[in-house]
């Protein structure tokens, strides 16, 4: 069983910085893992994905430029470097996992991905 366990959450003003962690138990069952947010009242939204097999990455309009996904497979983690974080950054945080056919189309269906972990909070204060 696929497990993420996520860490790195916490309270900036904005403009600062967080490093969000996934951390993969069977990191090689998945080879798309993707962080969303929910904010409340809110609806879940994808915010950036990578595809772990050649590292290519995908982004919402609404982040690019200031986060960036990485990956450090000796480490079976997933990171999300969050910068110029801003007050509608603010929300719950979660990894997914999703093991897709190769040349699968970019998306942040939540469906396609069949593992999630716990969440992170961050909030981001003016």
């Known amino acids: 069983q696929v497990q993420m366990v996520e860490s790195g959450g916490g309270s900036v003003q904005a403009g600062g910085s967080l490093r969000l962690s996934c951390v993969l138990r069977?990191?090689?069952?998945?080879?798309?893992v993707g962080w969303f947010r929910q904010a409340p009242g809110k609806e879940r939204e994808g915010v950036a994905a990578?595809?772990?097999?050649?590292?290519?990455?995908y982004y919402a309009d609404s982040v690019k430029g200031r986060f960036t996904i990485s990956q450090d497979r000796s480490k079976n983690t997933v990171y999300l470097q969050t910068n110029s974080l801003k007050p509608e950054d603010t929300g719950i945080y979660y990894c997914?996992?999703?093991?897709?056919?190769?040349?699968?189309?970019?998306?942040?269906?939540?469906?396609?991905?069949?593992?999630w972990g716990q969440g992170t909070q961050v909030t981001v204060s003016s």
């Open positions: 990578i595809y772990t097999v050649d590292g290519s990455t």
């Open positions: 997914a996992g999703a093991r897709v056919p190769a040349g699968t189309r970019w998306s942040f269906d939540s469906q396609v991905y069949d593992y």
């Open positions: 069977f990191f090689y069952s998945v080879n798309r």
